[in-house]
Nanobody, 124 residues
Framework: QLQASGGGLVQAGGSLRLSCAASGFNVDHYAEGWFRQAPGKEREGLSCINADGDTTYYADSVKGRFTISRDKVKNTVYLQMNSLEPEDTAVYYC???????????????????WGKGTQVTVSS
């Protein structure tokens, strides 16, 4: 199971670091990603990191502001979010992903492969 954490309320221009811890299984051999969903909107794929952790991908909306990374020892993936904007307000989820698909179909493996999200609220 994947569990996202680290969300909260932050002012525009601020930063947050989200964490995604895996329990019950080892995610070493899987690519992982982050997507978000705001009320009334579709899921939006944000970033993906391959299993080796040496290749990363980003949506244009977050490129240059967000950084994905993974710590295999801790079985954890992170999303460092800088220069946050009110438009970034959403529930953020981590998921086992396909990096060749995460932009057009985030969370494509289904709900069994993403955990409970964490709320990020950016005030103006």
């Amino acid at each position: 199971q994947l569990q996202a954490s680290g969300g909260g309320l932050v002012q525009a221009g601020g930063s947050l670091r989200l964490s995604c811890a895996a329990s019950g299984f080892n995610v070493d051999h899987y690519a992982e990603g982050w997507f978000r969903q705001a009320p009334g909107k579709e899921r939006e794929g944000l970033s993906c990191i391959n299993a080796d952790g040496d290749t990363t991908y980003y949506a244009d909306s977050v490129k240059g502001r967000f950084t994905i990374s993974r710590d295999k020892v801790k079985n954890t993936v992170y999303l460092q979010m800088n220069s946050l904007e009110p438009e970034d307000t959403a529930v953020y989820y981590c998921a086992i992903e396909r990096c060749d698909r995460f932009l057009r179909e985030p969370g494509s493996y289904g709900k069994d492969y993403w955990g409970k999200g964490t709320q990020v609220t950016v005030s103006s």
